[in-house]
């Protein structure tokens, strides 16, 4: 019903503008997409591979500040805030046609890779980067391990700032928002040349805040809140005419109070909860002021809202900053030899309350610190007289990252019996050194002037070491699992092999076979059992597409439909933990098959009017599950991978004597998906979300455009992550409920 009804508002908008909008003519073909998804800036309907392009503009014209918000227009995308609360709300989970994963914790590597400019960033945490200062964003489907390499299995996302300019005039833009929950957020932004054709630089500073829409009826704390300073800067040298070289740098600082989650009880209930509430409850009732006689369950559940008893201290902070540096060499139009040098180091503190309640009874306070050196060097360009395209290259990288985690569980209890079975409170000290070595190679062969051949490969070989150590606070830190170290590595080939048919300057087809993987690592010790190592994780698809365009771009429909083998998929399952609580432990642990298709449709049927159309359909099944996996059945379903995902939406323009008018909305509809694997409970219905965007600029000002915005219109109330958990209850995490802002912005 939320998607009928979602979907009568925009049909009827739909309607009653399309209607006028008809009478005026049709509009001039559209500009063409470039990206650089091969690592070459090519048209987008050239690139032979499903990928979605969102310009800065098309971003800011739906609404989105946030880098989650991608996915409500990118079908077969799942681009979300992580699926374990214990990293606050900045780190990101990411899933594309079924693969990828939630979990942002040391040493698990995502399955989705984030490029800022070139260089990855390793780590998910502070991955929600705010829309500020951005050229566009690429999201690659599909395994991308030859020309990305490793942590790209389900696909890459490619976040591209604007370059600096070194000619022509100067240009700026400032950008005010204001709307519920306080939200207040201005953006700043510059770009000039120094020196003629010979130096330009580009600044942007950005400031985001919010109230937020959680609240913890405790202490009245506001949650979901946001309060976010970043700064990007870049200068652009043309030391020659052949010799360029690009500096770009970033800083963010984010200090939020993390994202509200409730819980409900769990059928079947839990030992710790009553004992609990028979030892530590009336203590703490004395001690925070609640009714004798009161106990932790039921009374405190809140499910349905955007509120919690939360009385734990909850914090969500972190500063990334980061830079890199492109030198690009290019004597002639076939051959360029560019290198990309990158330095990224980010802290973090994130407080979490566990029971969600007024008493003290699970939380955890972690801090991570991580830094990470890459370098690539690549060759590219062309020979045989433009026959054959070739891009070959270098990589190097380096990450050491630290974590320190204060767990509290059943807090309070060992403070009343003193027994040490009881002292379940647990400090974990992690240390973690990755390093990988890769060369990579592909070539475009023309056959013949409509035929091209794609062969690459790559080889990556992947070393990490893993130190970790509990100990009990509670029992002046006796050392619960002694400090042990793990080390291995693993070497990785990554082919790709595609045939290209250029049926006509408009038309595409393609086929490839593409192969990636995601890197091994090792899994958290338990009371019993010492850290684990998994292999990496490997994925096979074999992908067909049509790329097409009519009417001198008028209508735009690109087509493609995919079959993949995932291969030794790194589970997460909940066991018991080192006192007694519970931790996610990984393993390889299966086969699953993926298949669906994507469907990008644009028509321009008239002066001013664009409709499009993004349909996603995904299919998964395990096919084989490795002895002693537990919970996990052939009939289980992977996590966030909804059947269908459908994204319409229309933009429509008009002028007239007093200015422009402009009016946007969108529709973006998830069927019904798993939030955790092999967890029945976690099914979340279908649901429609709906945003819209009106903005006008004046005739008499066409340097200013105010507006006015909005998402999640018909308010509708979903849960991006659900899970059982220890003391007998089920913990979630709601999306966001309606937000409307104004804004205006201002370009010079």
Sequence with gaps: MAFLSSLSVSALVIGGLAAPAAAQGGDAASDTIIVTAQRREESLQDVPISISALSGDNLYDRGVTNLKGISNFAPNVEFTNTNRPTAGGAAYGGWIRGVGTGDYAYPTDPGIGLYVDGVYMARTLGGLLSIADIERVEILRGPQGTL????????????????????????????GRLGNYKRADVVTQINTPLIEDRLGFKGSVGYFSSDGFGESLYNGQQLNDEERFIMRAGFLLQATPDLTFDLRGDYSRQNNHGSVAQYKVDSGGSGFTDRFNDIAAPVQNAEYGLAPGTVYGPAFALPGTYKTWAASPLRDDFIVAGGSLTATYSPSDAFTLKS???????????????????????STDERISDQQFSQELQASGEFSGGRVNYVAGLYYFNEIGESKKLSEFLNGVYEVTGLASDARDSFTYQDYKATSYAAFTQFDVGISDALTLVLGARVNHDKKDFTVEVTLPQLDSVVRTPRQTQSSSWTSFTPRVGLNWKVSPDTLLYTSYATGFKSGGFGNPTATMAAPIYDPEKLRTFEAGLKTQAMDGLVTANLAAFLSKWDDIQLNVIVPGPTGGFVNLTDNAGTARLFGFEFDGVIRPAEGLRLNLAVGYTHNEFTDLDAGVVGVTLDTKLPHVPKWSVT???????????????????????????????????????????????????????????????TNLTDEYYLTYEQRVGLGMRLSQPGDPRTIAATARVRF
């Design 340 to 362: 990309i040098t990158g330095y990224r180091d980010l802290s973090t503190r994130v407080q979490v309350d566990g029971d969600n309640s007024p008493y003290r009874i699970s």
């Design 648 to 710: 319409p939406g229309f933009e429509y323009s008009w002028e007239t004597g007093v200015g422009q008018f402009m009016l946007r909305s969108d529709l973006s509809y998830r069927s019904d998906q798993f939030l955790t694997i092999a967890d029945t409970g976690s099914l979340q219905d279908g649901y429609a979300l709906v945003s819209a965007r009106a903005s006008f600029i004046p005739a008499s000002l066409p340097n200013l455009e105010i507006g006015i915005e909005g």
């Design 148 to 175: 990305y390499g490793r942590n790209t299995i389900g696909g890459a996302i490619n976040v591209v700032t604007t370059e600096a300019k070194t000619s022509g005039e100067a240009e700026g833009m400032m950008l």
